[in-house]
């Protein structure tokens, strides 16, 4: 008789496990531990609720920014519907700054912006994965998001100085030169330092959330 050995790692024994344990009972029995089960917060809800009588409505809730860190870590629906619509934009801005890219007129910024944009779209897919699947792999999502925010930044010093060489040191963050760039010559050469600035902010901002491990 020949005996074969299935190395399962440890993910795929919990889901085995919280598969035939809905209710938390056998963990419970076993490991003398509480389960925190969707029917345990089910129930924790409802007797908070009740507790809190009629000064909690929902009409009346308040968000605070930890809301979407917790809505990331437990997936919730709600957040994954307004990331998923975030996401969407973000790639409309990939687009856009592919095209940039494109258009620019060489330089140290378009080698930048064209090196920036394959990490970009390799983010991307991993954000992608991320709001799709329900298994996902954190440190690769974070080291994809990571190396876009690198290149983008990079970018985003080259864009600087060559506006600066140009308009002068005030331009890259002067909001009136903006102003009179657009309305009166019809130009908007702090476009593209603009866009990798926003793009920016947006990867710092999914940097933040602890991506979950399903």
């Known amino acids: ?25 056998r963990r419970r029995f076993w490991f003398n531990q509480e389960i925190l089960s969707a029917e345990w917060f089910s129930s924790h809800i409802a007797d908070a609720t009740s507790d809190a009588g009629p000064r909690y409505h929902p009409e009346l809730n308040i968000e605070v ?3 979407s860190q917790l809505g ?9 519907a307004s990331y998923s619509r975030r996401l969407r ?16 007129e060489q330089g140290a910024g378009k080698e930048r912006m064209e090196a920036a944009t394959p990490r970009l ?15 996902i ?15 983008v930044r990079e970018a985003e010093g080259r864009l600087r100085d060559e506006l600066e060489a140009v308009h002068g040191e005030a331009a890259s963050s002067s909001a009136s030169f903006r102003q ?3 309305g009166y010559m019809l130009a908007f050469p702090a476009g593209n ?6 793009i920016s902010e947006w990867l710092s901002e999914s940097l933040s959330f602890s991506f979950p491990i399903s």
Request: no cysteine; hydrophobic share 40%; proline share 4%.
């Open 72 to 80: 990331a870590f437990g997936e919730t629906p709600a957040w994954k």
């Open 180 to 182: 009179f760039q657009a």
């Open 193 to 198: 330092l603009d866009q990798a600035r926003e």
């Open 89 to 104: 934009e973000f790639g409309g801005e990939i687009s856009r700054w592919r095209r940039a890219s494109t258009e620019r």
């Open 1 to 25: 008789m020949t005996v074969s050995f299935e190395k399962w790692p440890r993910t795929e024994l919990i889901e085995r496990l919280v598969r035939i344990d809905p209710t938390g009972g």
């Open 137 to 151: 792999n954190a440190r690769v999502i974070r080291d994809a998001v990571s190396g876009a925010l690198y290149a």
């Open 65 to 67: 920014p930890i809301s």
């Open 121 to 135: 779209e390799a983010a991307y897919s991993e954000l992608q994965g991320f709001v799709a699947s329900d298994r």
